[in-house]
């Protein structure tokens, strides 16, 4: 008995020594390294040039020669098939981008120039009396229809032979090649005007039927006004020179004109 209680009592002993009153030791975590604080990057301030940026620079037009493919090719005589001198002027807008004569869009900046009754596509040499400045324009339009000007060149032309400034001046034109011949054949024409009004063409269109009774006369608007067309019957050069020296008008003028 006594070795039971003595058994009991180490229990006990034991017990208290497992269930003491010793609080459990707190786990200490430590704490993560502190990141070093950094400012937010600057964004650079956009730069602005003092700069002004330059406006664009309109090219001046250049006098270049028509395409290689389209030119009456140019032989190189000891003279010229037919000469001619005359006060040239030049012409631009309202015309350019509109068909011409020879049934191309006219363009100011080409070398061309417009002829009465030379045959289209010739290729002419033009020489400014005064200056000596020369150039070699084809001929694709029909013109001039003012006063006594025999030859009505292109911007690029005009620059080239120096009348674009003065707006006119005395040439020489040396005529070095033809599609057809000067001399003879052709289709010809008078052309009257221009008119103010249409009132005025239509008084001339029936003047001229009632005296020459032409094959056909047309009444049309063009840029500088009213305009009639007179084409005379089988193409007589002589009946149509007739008629534009005979015909006499209180406005614009006649001009005798080849089609072809």
Same mark, same amino acid.
């Given at each position: 008995m006594k070795l039971i209680r003595v058994f009991l009592g180490l229990i006990c002993i034991v017990s208290l020594a497992g269930c003491g009153g010793h609080r459990p030791t707190e786990a200490k975590v430590p704490q993560p390294p502190e990141v070093p604080k950094t400012e937010p990057a600057q964004t650079a301030p956009e730069q602005k040039s003092s700069e002004s940026i330059p406006a664009p620079v309109v090219a001046e037009p250049q006098a270049t020669q028509p395409p290689a493919d389209i030119v009456t090719p140019v032989p190189a005589p000891e003279k010229p098939i037919y000469s &001619?001198?005359?006060l040239a002027s030049w012409y631009g807008p309202p015309y350019h981008n509109r068909r011409g004569a020879n049934g191309e869009v006219y363009d100011m900046n080409q070398m061309t120039a417009a002829h009465r009754t030379l045959p289209l596509n010739s290729i002419v040499r033009v020489t400014n009396a005064k200056t000596g400045a020369s150039a070699i324009v084809r001929i694709t339009d029909r013109g001039p229809f003012?006063? &006594?000007r025999m030859l009505d060149l292109s911007l690029a032309a005009a620059k080239a032979v120096d009348v674009w400034e003065p707006g006119t001046a005395w040439v020489k034109m040396?005529?070095? /090649?033809?599609p057809a011949p000067i001399d003879r054949g052709g289709k010809w024409e008078v052309q009257v005007g221009a008119f103010d009004s249409t009132e005025a /063409? &239509?008084?001339i269109k029936q003047e001229i039927v009632s005296r020459y009774h032409p094959a056909r006369v047309i009444e049309f608007s063009g840029p500088t006004g009213e305009w009639v067309r007179v084409r005379v019957q089988n193409d007589d050069r002589e009946?149509? &020179?007739q008629i534009s020296q005979n015909l006499s008008t209180p406005e614009g003028g006649v001009f005798l004109v080849r089609l072809d």
């Open positions: &001619e001198t005359g003012i006063g &006594e040396d005529v070095l /090649a033809t /063409a &239509e008084q009946l149509a &020179e």
